[in-house]
């Protein structure tokens, strides 16, 4: 089964527009963003082995340790205004305060 990549990190440069044919252009200001993400390197097709099995040594059935997927990463270029990306960045921030939130509870 396939999950969803995870985000692993974030890089972003700030550009400015010095000169352009367009005299509206010319200022602008625009944030490059390069998103490092993981995921499943399988192909999703069925290998063959019966990961649910057990193994029998001397009578007593013993679960077989989950084999780990490898992993690939992959890379996403994405432009965007100033202000779209402060509204990235507060969105990433709330989504930090919720797991640092979750994982808290479930340590106390």
């Known amino acids: 089964?396939?999950?969803?990549?995870?985000?692993?990190?974030?890089?972003w440069r700030v550009?400015?527009?010095a000169s352009t044919s367009e005299t509206n252009a010319s200022?602008?200001?625009?944030?490059?963003?390069?998103?490092?993400?993981?995921e499943d390197a399988d192909d999703g097709e069925d290998d063959g082995?019966?990961?649910?099995?057990?193994?029998e040594t001397s009578g007593v059935i013993a679960r077989p340790r989950?084999?780990?997927r490898p992993l690939r990463?992959?890379?996403?270029?994405?432009?965007?205004?100033?202000?779209?990306?402060?509204?990235?960045?507060?969105?990433?921030?709330?989504a930090r305060a919720a797991l640092d939130a979750h994982a808290g509870a479930r340590r106390g």
């Open 1 to 11: 089964m396939s999950r969803r990549p995870r985000l692993v990190d974030i890089d």
């Open 66 to 68: 989950p084999r780990r």
């Open 73 to 94: 990463r992959r890379f996403e270029r994405v432009e965007m205004s100033v202000t779209q990306f402060y509204a990235l960045a507060r969105e990433l921030d709330k």
């Open 49 to 55: 082995d019966d990961d649910d099995a057990g193994v």
């Open 27 to 38: 200022g602008a200001s625009r944030v490059s963003v390069r998103l490092t993400l993981e």
């Open 15 to 17: 550009g400015v527009t």
